[in-house]
T-cell receptor
Framework: DTAVSQTPKYLVTQMGNDKSIKCEQNLGHDTMYWYKQDSKKFLKIMFSYNNKELIINETVPNRFSPKSPDKAHLNLHINSLELGDSAVYFC??????????????FGPGTRLTVL | AQSVTQLGSHVSVSEGALVLLRCNYSSSVPPYLFWYVQYPNQGLQLLLKYTSAATLVKGINGFEAEFKKSETSFHLTKPSAHMSDAAEYFCAVSDMRRDDKIIFGKGTRLHILP
């Protein structure tokens, strides 16, 4: 069974479109995250949610809006896609609150390409 | 603010040779330190973590890392490299006193030469 799953795995779209990426974890964790990994492999946190409550909201454009319908799901909606949004987006989850010494479990990633 | 610096974006070692991946951290408070590995086209997975219990930390797949406060380092080692170790390795730090985010380094790509 996949612990942290993301859909879709690949997403190719035109500039200006709106798209969503879905994430689900079956580990019973309290906290979920979205990370962006750029072409140079640099990994940066975007958001984290703890029991459906937004905890971390980095300096991410308003075009990005996370939604957590329940603690097992954290979706990412992106409006008006731009070329610079092309990246691999990773969902992750952990027990307890954000950061600290808790191991984060990562999904397989969604490769977003904006044309 | 906390940060990590990984020396060398690419490291190549021969199969069977010692693996040494360098990580230096900057933190004004006691840190938690982590090494994560990312295999091609996969998400990250935890190799090991330092939480102040012991300075020498053993992880999965034969890797270990030593926390050296005086050198602000947390280098990752493995005595004998396998071809399957080829991957991207990330050092990361978080604040021990807060439930805060983890800051990742820029990663080191490990190449294993036959």
């Amino acid at each position: 069974d996949t612990a942290v799953s993301q859909t879709p795995k690949y997403l190719v779209t035109q500039m200006g479109n709106d798209k969503s990426i879905k994430c689900e974890q079956n580990l019973g964790h309290d906290t979920m995250y979205w990370y962006k990994q750029d072409s140079k492999k640099f990994l940066k946190i975007m958001f984290s949610y703890n029991n459906k409550e937004l905890i971390i909201n980095e300096t991410v454009p308003n075009r990005f809006s996370p939604k957590s319908p329940d603690k097992a799901h954290l979706n990412l909606h992106i409006n008006s896609l731009e070329l610079g949004d092309s990246a691999v987006y990773f969902c992750a989850s952990s027990q307890g609150k954000t950061g600290g010494n808790n191991e984060q479990f990562f999904g397989p990633g969604t490769r977003l390409t904006v044309l | 603010a906390q940060s990590v610096t990984q020396l060398g974006s690419h490291v190549s070692v021969s199969e069977g040779a010692l693996v040494l991946l360098r990580c230096n951290y900057s933190s004004s408070v006691p840190p938690y330190l982590f090494w994560y590995v990312q295999y091609p086209n996969q998400g990250l997975q935890l190799l090991l973590k330092y939480t102040s219990a012991a300075t020498l930390v053993k992880g999965i797949n034969g890797f270990e890392a030593e926390f050296k406060k005086s050198e602000t380092s947390f280098h990752l080692t493995k005595p004998s490299a396998h071809m399957s170790d080829a991957a991207e390795y990330f050092c990361a730090v978080s604040d021990m006193r807060r439930d805060d985010k983890i800051i990742f380094g820029k990663g080191t790509r490990l190449h294993i030469l036959p």
